[in-house]
């Protein structure tokens, strides 16, 4: 926790960065990779990640900061529930794929590990954010 605190105060790289560097060393810490295994994982792994963000980045360009979500009409609230729910079947279904292939290179006690880890890694995070803020 200390260690995440501190790297989200750290200027030099943007905030992404390196909060994409702290979720690497973190599951890796608690999946317990081999050199093997991380060598065939992270691409993969980076590559699911790239597909869920396109997914998220289109969703977030149809609705963005700027969108009206008092919606005028039935018609638009029914396009906004339906775009979201797109994303989230979209969502699992990249997840899905995914866990396929990693069960390919990986143990499935290791692929269970990685799901939780990647949850322990966003209750971190927001922790860590949280405990940013009343510091301020």
Same mark, same amino acid.
């Given at each position: 926790m200390l260690?995440?605190?501190m790297a989200l105060h750290a200027q030099p790289e943007s905030k992404r960065e390196k909060i994409e560097a702290l979720r690497v060393s973190y599951i890796t810490q608690k999946v317990n990779f081999t050199t093997q295994e991380a060598q065939a994982f992270w691409p993969l792994y980076n590559e699911m990640s790239d597909r869920l963000e396109a997914a998220r980045k289109a969703?977030?360009?149809?609705?963005n900061k700027n969108t009206n979500y008092d919606f005028a009409t039935d018609?638009?609230?029914e396009?906004?529930? &339906? &775009?979201?729910?797109?994303l989230k079947q979209k969502e699992f279904e990249l997840y899905k794929e995914y866990y396929e292939k990693f069960k390919?290179?990986?143990p499935i006690k290791k692929v269970a590990a990685l799901r939780r880890a990647e949850e322990e890694f966003k209750h971190e995070i927001i922790k860590s954010l949280k405990a940013n803020q009343t510091e301020q």
């Open positions: 260690c995440l605190s969703f977030r360009q149809q609705y018609k638009e609230a396009a906004y529930l &339906a &775009a979201e729910l797109a390919k290179i990986l």
